[in-house]
């Protein structure tokens, strides 16, 4: 258990549709990062949020927002779902913005949204 | 922009056998280097690091991997697979110093047979 949790774990939308995904961070965490694991492929980074704000973001278009709350969970937002958007979103939790030698991200179970 | 390789979709290999599982980074200079693991519908876990220390790193579950910069390779090792090993594994590259995202390789998908 990483005491990271995403929700909901799985579901199912239509195309053009709008969806918010959810991530609770580890206990004393402040950054929250984003990444997408399209079936087959390595995970792919959306965005980083740090104290609540954006901290980077990959190549991922405006659709796909977030936001971090003051407790440091975080949201993921995405507006007008294509199939391509079918994927296993996972959010990773850490003490620091920096992946270095004394941080380690720990990673939720993911949400496997399916795009039809 | 740092990159990692992954050689192999997929590596079959005997319990009781050596696990080699490849991987190749490119970057200009020494990046940050890290080894996940991932089983059937969970997230990812950390097997190790390598942040410009010992070359050699040592993970949990017996798993460790070594640095070579003349070979720009950190793959991953084994020397004895276990069946409770067959899982997907990810080599992900983030900048010298650490930096704010992971880079991930496409994985392996290892399976262990009796």
């Known amino acids: 258990e990483t005491g990271v949790t995403q929700s909901p774990t799985h579901l199912i939308k239509t195309r053009g549709q709008q969806v918010t995904l959810r991530c609770s961070s580890q206990?004393?965490?402040?950054?929250v990062s984003w990444y997408q694991q399209a079936l087959g492929q390595g995970p792919q980074f959306i965005f980083q949020?740090?104290?609540?704000?954006?901290?980077g973001r990959g190549n991922f278009p405006p659709r796909f927002s977030g936001l971090q709350f003051p407790n440091y969970s975080s949201e993921l937002n995405v507006n007008a779902l294509e199939l391509d958007d079918s994927a296993l979103y996972l959010c990773?939790?850490?003490?620091?913005?920096?992946?270095?030698?004394?941080?380690?991200?720990?990673f939720g179970q993911g949400t496997r949204l399916t795009v039809v | 922009a740092q990159s990692v390789t992954q050689l192999g979709s997929h590596v079959s290999v005997s319990e009781g056998a050596l696990v080699l599982l490849r991987c190749n980074y490119s970057?200009?200079?020494?990046?940050?280097l890290f080894w996940y693991v991932q089983y059937p519908n969970q997230g990812l876990q950390l097997l190790l690091k390598y942040t410009s220390a010992a070359t050699l790193v040592k993970g949990i579950n017996g798993f460790e991997a070594e640095f070579k910069k003349s070979e720009t390779s950190f793959h991953l090792t084994k020397p004895s697979a276990h069946m409770s090993d067959a899982a997907e594994y990810f080599c992900?590259?983030?900048?010298?110093?650490?930096?704010?995202?992971?880079?991930f390789g496409t994985g392996t998908q290892l399976k262990v047979e009796l």
């Open positions: 990773a939790s850490s003490s620091t913005p920096l992946f270095d030698s004394d941080t380690e991200a720990f």
């Open positions: 949020y740090y104290r609540e704000e954006e901290n």
């Open positions: 992900a590259v983030t900048g010298t110093g650490g930096g704010n995202k992971l880079t």
């Open positions: 206990s004393g965490h402040n950054t």
């Open positions: 970057s200009s200079v020494p990046p940050y």
